[in-house]
C-alpha cells in the first residue's frame, strides 16, 4: 500500500537536494562562502529560504506514513500524500511562493529539472 510513496521519496528528496544546492550557490555568489553551519542556519531559520517549506512539510509527512503502523485507527493515505505532491510541483502554481521561485528554479537550474523530470516520473504524471 505504501509503494507509491516508497518510489516518489528518492527523487523528493533529489529535488529538495537539488533546490538547497541552488540556493546555497546562489547566495555564495553574492556574499561569499558559506560554512555548512551558515547555510544550515540560513536553511533552517530564515526568511529567505521559507518558500521551500511546503516541499519540506510534504517531506516529513511521507516520511511519516511509511513510518506509520498500518493498525492504526487512522493509517495515512499514501495517494493523497502523492497527489499533494503532484498538485505542489506538476505543475506548480505560479502564484503561490514557492511556485514563483521553483517555476524561477526550473529556468535557470539544469539540475532542479532534471530532478523535477524525475519526480513527475515518479508521481505517474
Do not use: C, K, N
Not at 493523497?80 to 505532491?85: G, S, W
Not at 502554481?93 to 535557470?108: E, I, N
Request: hydrophobic share 45%; aromatic share 4%.
Amino acid at each position: 500500500m505504501l509503494d507509491p510513496l516508497a518510489a516518489v521519496r528518492p527523487p523528493l528528496l533529489d529535488l529538495h537536494r537539488r533546490l538547497l544546492e541552488a540556493e546555497r550557490a546562489d547566495m555564495e555568489r553574492f556574499q561569499g562562502r558559506l560554512s555548512s553551519a551558515e547555510f544550515l542556519q540560513i536553511a533552517t531559520g530564515g526568511i529567505r529560504m521559507g518558500w521551500l517549506q511546503p516541499l519540506s512539510e510534504l517531506i516529513v509527512a511521507l516520511d511519516e506514513a511509511l513510518e506509520a503502523d498500518p493498525q492504526d485507527d487512522d493509517p495515512p493515505d499514501p495517494q493523497a500524500i502523492v497527489d499533494r505532491a503532484r498538485a505542489l510541483v506538476a505543475p506548480p502554481d505560479g502564484s503561490t511562493p514557492f511556485g514563483r521561485r521553483y517555476l524561477s528554479m526550473l529556468q535557470r537550474e539544469p539540475g532542479v529539472v532534471m530532478a523535477h523530470a524525475a519526480l513527475v516520473r515518479a508521481l505517474g504524471g
